[in-house]
Structure formats: C-alpha cells, structure tokens
C-alpha cells in the first residue's frame, strides 16, 4: 500500500461545476496535510494547509480532513479553466517531518 | 519578496559530466529540501538539511551529493549523471518550529535536467 493516494485522472468537469479530489494516507499519527498545485512544467504551489478534522474554506478551495477514516480531499467550487493543473496531496509524517506525495491528480476543467 | 530562486532552469549536460544546481532562498528558513521529480510522478525527496545537518534519504544513489555552504544557498551535485537522471529538481525550505506547528514547504521554481 503506498503511503499516500490519489486517483491519477484525469478528473474532467465542466466550466463552473465543483471538483472532487480525493487522497487517502497510511500513516495513522500524519498530523499536517497539504494541498499543491502544480502546472505542467512548473513546481508545486501550496494551496491549502490542514491539520485539524473538518472543513477549511479559502475562496473556492475547500480541504476537508477525517483523520480516522484517513482522507483528506479537496473541493474547487466554480471550478475555472485555470484551475486545470495537477494537484498533489501531501502528508507530514511522524517521522522526521518529511512530506509525502501523492502522485497527484490532473484535474481538467472544460469551458 | 522573499522567494526560493534555482538556477539555472535549464540545464543540459552530456553522459557522464559533472552537474551541479544551485538554489538560493530569501526566506531565512532552516531547512532545506532537494527533490527529484519524473514525468507524471510525485516528487521523489533526494536528501534534506536541517541548518547544517545533511539527511540523505536511503534510496538516493550515491551519484547525488548536496554542499549547504549557509543559511541561504544549497547545491546538488550530481557526479555523474545518467540517462535516467533527467528530471526536474526542485528545492524547498521550510522554517522548522516547535512541536505542533506547521512545517509548510515552499517550492522553487524548479531546474529542468536533460541528459544527453
């Protein structure tokens, strides 16, 4: 089971709608999670930081955190054609505070 | 603003002949990352150093070494490089902080490796 997961996608929504990305993580005692976004050929750009259960909200981001099902998701509300990019989730873990990626998930928004 | 700068952002080197990457970071963090990236694939940490302590991962071949001369500068040298090693390289700091804070990374803009 690799330590952090998400599905590869590509993810397609329309212009408008709200995109769902999902990431689970094997590490019980990960306390700090993160969301980066990514552009084809650029580096990862933090979105989101969460660390607490629930919800936390940033203009049309909204992380969502359940550490005892261990999922971690991302919500893109009014979803933008510039949103289209590759989002990886990234999880501090216990043990020395490295972050680990997810392979990330290319989201596509469509006009 | 304070930013995280690689240099360069393109690099080409042949076969066998010595790189070395550079990264610079106007953030007085104490850590910094260096990562390796392939296409389509999540980012894959080299080694880090916490201050001037090196912490070299377990899977990182001994092809890639890393100099932190101070605070603000860190480099990749990677001795000799292989078809396989073309990637971007990315470097991240983070201001480690007592237990329970956050220890978020920022990215620099990257370096694009081509082997030839």
């Known amino acids: 089971q690799k330590e952090v997961e998400q599905n590869s996608g590509p993810l397609s929504v329309p212009e408008g709608a709200i995109a769902s990305l999902n990431c689970t993580y094997s590490d019980r005692g990960s306390q700090s999670f993160f969301w980066y976004r990514q552009y084809s050929g650029k580096s990862p750009e933090l979105i989101m930081s969460i660390y607490s259960n629930g919800d936390k909200e940033d203009g049309r981001f909204t992380a969502q955190l359940n550490k005892a099902s261990q999922y971690v998701s991302l919500l893109i509300r009014d979803s933008q054609p510039s949103d289209s990019a590759t989002y990886l989730c990234a999880v501090r873990n216990n043990q020395g505070g490295k972050l680990i990626f997810g392979q990330g998930t290319e989201l596509s928004v469509k006009p | 603003d304070a930013m995280v700068i690689q240099n360069p952002r393109y690099q080409v080197t042949q076969f066998g002949k010595p790189v070395t990457l550079s990264c610079s970071q106007t953030?007085?963090?104490?850590?910094m990352y260096w990562y390796q990236q392939k296409s389509s694939q999540a980012p894959k940490l080299l080694f880090h150093y916490y201050d001037k302590d090196f912490n070299n991962e377990a899977d990182t071949p001994d092809n890639f070494q890393s100099r932190r001369p101070n605070t603000s500068f860190c480099f990749l040298d990677i001795r000799s490089p292989g078809l396989g090693d073309a990637a971007m390289y990315l470097c991240?700091?983070?201001?480690?902080?007592?237990?329970?804070?956050?220890?978020?990374?920022?990215f620099g803009p990257g370096t694009r490796l081509t082997v030839l």
């Open positions: 953030l007085n963090h104490n850590v």
């Open positions: 991240a700091t983070s201001r480690d902080a007592l237990a329970g804070a956050v220890h978020t990374q920022y």
